[in-house]
């Protein structure tokens, strides 16, 4: 059975967290690549993805069959017997043959060549469509890496509030000793100490919920031992990235971006389809060679040569209509794929926007933030030396306390939500700053 999680000593009521546990071959401390590339290991999600882009490559293979020559041998041996004249055995014969078969494709209106065309297109789009699919998996380990960070310094946060106010307890206790504060002041300070124990409970068990998602998403069990290395600088202001304009932003996310260039080789796929549906109305020409040797007697015996050479044409007058279904089934999927290709820019576009916005206004929060907080620290010293000096009531000390945890609260959110959204960033230019493997 779990250990609980050992909890601050001021908390009677600790809960009962369960202690996650090493897994073998895995750091119990990883940076974001080493992450990125365990769930790149281990991610059942990125192994389906996988699959699918192997399944993409193999009708390549199979297209290029059509412009090889068919070889095949064939060899026979039979005997028969007809039945017996006068006693004889008149009616048994042996036959023997051994013979090797050539077929060539010489001119099919260019269907085979265009199905060729049309499956590397989709092996195209298929790796980028895996590409993407590892983008997006990098993406959400980021997500995870920095959420559990940002419920790790919350919890650190937690702490420091439970010591700070214990401290502040402790300073209405002497003014209350000294005669400079009533009693009534100890009750009223220590009502924000039992709030933060509360506090900080309740962020350990966000912390360990975080702890176990992130495990998750690397492909473990959510009880595994594994925590992010917190990679953010002291001071939050100098990991200010700088973001491109919108109109290069797009530009570049249209030239980087897997998902985009996916559709684009879908609709190259569509065109070759059409050709290869409309080559159904031109003939086909196929040459022919046989090469054999065949018994010449009734014991299966003296064998002699036999060969033959031949040009099949086969011109198609009517099939019942199916070529020109085939032809608009086509043009229809065709259709399809553009409509799909430009849902897919429209996307970009928004995507970019929506992270340039993001990474814009959340830097500026973060610099503001920081501002904040310096301000509230100030403000609290200050106001623990004037109410130490018994120049400020009670009331203005737990303000600036408030204050103080608000601004600390408030400036680690705009920090982690930054690192988001630097990643959502790169998500969205399709670009990465890490390099997980290729399939």
Do not use: C, W
């Not at 389906?48 to 090889?68: D, K, S, W």
């Not at 049309?118 to 959420?147: H, I, K, M, P, W």
């Not at 930054?418 to 890490?434: D, F, K, N, V």
């Amino acid at each position: 059975m779990a250990t609980p999680v050992p909890m601050p000593s001021a908390v009677t009521t600790p809960a009962p967290l369960p202690i996650p546990s090493p897994a073998p071959g895995v750091p119990q401390s990883v940076t974001l690549q080493q992450a990125i590339d365990i769930a790149v290991a281990k991610s059942p999600v990125l192994a389906a993805a996988r699959a699918n882009y192997q399944l993409t490559q193999i009708p390549v293979q199979l297209a290029r069959t059509g412009i090889f020559p068919n070889l095949s041998a064939t060899a026979s041996s039979s005997h028969s017997n007809s039945g017996t004249v006068a006693g004889r055995n008149s009616g048994s014969f042996t036959s023997k043959s051994l013979t090797a078969n050539l077929r060539q494709l010489i001119y099919d209106g260019g269907k085979v060549i265009a199905q060729i065309h049309q499956a590397r297109a989709n092996a195209v789009a298929g790796s980028d469509t895996y590409e993407r699919q590892l983008e997006t998996l990098s993406l959400n380990v980021a997500q995870a890496y920095y959420f559990e960070l940002q419920a790790q310094a919350t919890t650190q946060v937690d702490q420091q509030l439970v010591r700070l106010n214990q401290a502040n307890e402790a300073l209405v206790q002497a003014q209350v000793r000294t005669g400079v504060a009533p009693r009534v002041d100890l009750i009223t300070a220590h009502v924000p100490t039992v709030q933060a124990e509360v506090a900080l409970i309740q962020a350990q068990g966000t912390q360990a919920s975080a702890l176990g998602a992130f495990a998750n998403q690397l492909g473990l069990d959510a009880n595994t031992l594994v925590k992010p290395i917190n990679n953010t600088p002291p001071n939050p202001a100098t990991m200010l990235v700088t973001v491109l304009p919108y109109d290069q932003a797009v530009t570049r996310a249209l030239a980087l971006r897997p998902d985009y260039l996916s559709a684009q080789q879908a609709v190259l796929a569509g065109q070759y389809n059409v050709q290869a549906m409309r080559a159904g109305h031109f003939p086909t020409l196929t040459g022919s060679a046989a090469y054999g040797t065949n018994s010449t007697t009734v014991n299966g015996t003296n064998f002699a040569p036999s060969s033959s050479v031949g040009l099949t044409l086969s011109i198609p007058i009517y099939d019942q209509g199916i070529t020109r279904a085939q032809v608009e089934q086509a043009l229809a999927e065709l259709d399809l794929a553009n409509a799909q290709l430009s849902q897919t820019k429209l996307g970009v576009e928004l995507n970019v926007q929506q992270a340039l916005v993001g990474v814009i206004s959340d830097q500026a929060a973060v610099v503001q933030t920081e501002a904040a907080l310096a301000a509230a620290q100030e403000s609290l010293r200050a106001t623990q030396a004037q109410y130490k000096a018994g120049v400020t009531n009670l009331f203005s000390l737990l303000q600036a306390q408030t204050n103080l945890t608000s601004a600390e609260t408030t400036e680690l959110t705009a920090v982690y939500t930054l690192r988001q959204a630097e990643q959502t960033y790169i998500y969205a230019l399709g670009e990465s700053s890490i390099n997980p493997a290729s399939p």
